[in-house]
């Protein structure tokens, strides 16, 4: 069976930093693109296991000095060969370097650039620093989420407004590659992580430009599907998520828990408090994996809730091919691989690309170097030597390692053996 790469030959050159761009490269390198991430000399993020899991892994890594001139030539001269020139630093960082789109797109009009930022460009707030949390802030996501009477919001973690720019990111460079394909020429592709926030919440920010009201979170509620909730299982910590979403569904669930099947949607979200008390009774009583079967046979949306130890061995993943192993050189992790997500959609027929290691910063200077310039080892040792390039070895990891998490049988339930 063939690997599925329809960005095969295609170079990405990526200044990235941080969660947003990342993982968006990294959707291009599954695809099959050539993504070459620049890092700085510091190598700040080679040390957290969170960012080498989640969105560096497979893409070969290069560390550029651009302070220095022959560094900057470098980096240009690797532009010059790349058919999409990335970053997610503020618009003007790459501008000091010669390295904005204006400058690389006047010498090469078929190059695409992706400028990833907090608040997008134009704008008073363009060159404003931000990070995932701030521009779920900014974006109206945090006041949504917080539960009405638990103001101020509470910050997140960032998560969404950080995938949702990678992706649509990603979205952006596959859509410019092929427009370049029939007229020849690239783009300069400008995404805004707050826009990305706004575009999620979309009914909601609709709903407060019709009315002028802004709508309150409550959680497990929604005026279409009712009852809809998380309500406990049997066990310490055990839940399961239910959501009647028709009238038909209802009828059902109620002939089980002994309530009246006749209860308009109207009644239902008037007496929703009673009904919640009622259905939490009755799935105490029941394994949460066993109850969503019989639920699903009955047409009722039901799910376990999963902590993310559990996900890692769920059947369905294991029919999907939903996890690969990842090898590490990584020692004092106490394990050579982890598990970890390819692109959660697929093509029938074709197999995904397999998820490579993590290389770290400079790993990858002398076959970059090779590949994209055709410079000998000589002219790498010369500019690593200068400073121009960095090469560093594997920094110890800060956090703890997940592998110290898993069942022994983990792989095996994981479908990984």
Known sequence: MQTFKPLAGVRVLSFELAFSLPSGTRALHDM??????VSPPERSQDRYISVIDGVFHGKRCISI????????????????????????????????YGLDADTLRRQRPELICLQVSGYGTPGPWS?????GPSTEA????????????????RLGTG???????????????VAALRKRQESGRGATIDHSMTAAISHLIGIPLTRAGLTGEVPDYRPNRDSRYVPQGIYPARGTDEWIAISTQSDAAWHALAELIGLDPALSKA??????????????RWTAGFDKDELTERLQSLGVAAAPVRTVRDSNSDPQFAARGALQMVRHR??????????HPPLPWRIVGRNRRRVTDYRHTGQDNRAVMRDWLAMDDAAVTA???SGALTKAPPLELAERPASALRDADFASKAGLE
């Open 127 to 131: 060159e404003y620093p931000a990070f």
């Open 159 to 173: 998560v969404f407004s950080d995938q949702l720019s990678g992706r649509h990111s990603a979205l952006a460079v």
């Open 383 to 385: 500019l690593e030597r």
């Open 138 to 153: 900014a974006g109206g996501l945090t006041w949504l989420m917080a539960p009405q009477g638990e103001r101020p919001a």
């Open 330 to 339: 990584r020692p004092k992790l106490g394990h050579d691989a982890h598990p």
């Open 65 to 96: 000095d651009l302070t220095t001139e022959s560094g900057r030539d470098i980096a240009c001269r690797l532009a010059d060969q790349a058919d999409v020139v990335c970053s997610n630093f503020r618009p003007h960082v790459l501008g000091k």
């Open 32 to 37: 099959g693109a050539d993504v070459v991430r």
């Open 267 to 280: 009644d239902r979200q008037a007496a929703h408090d009673a009904i919640d008390a009622a259905l939490a």
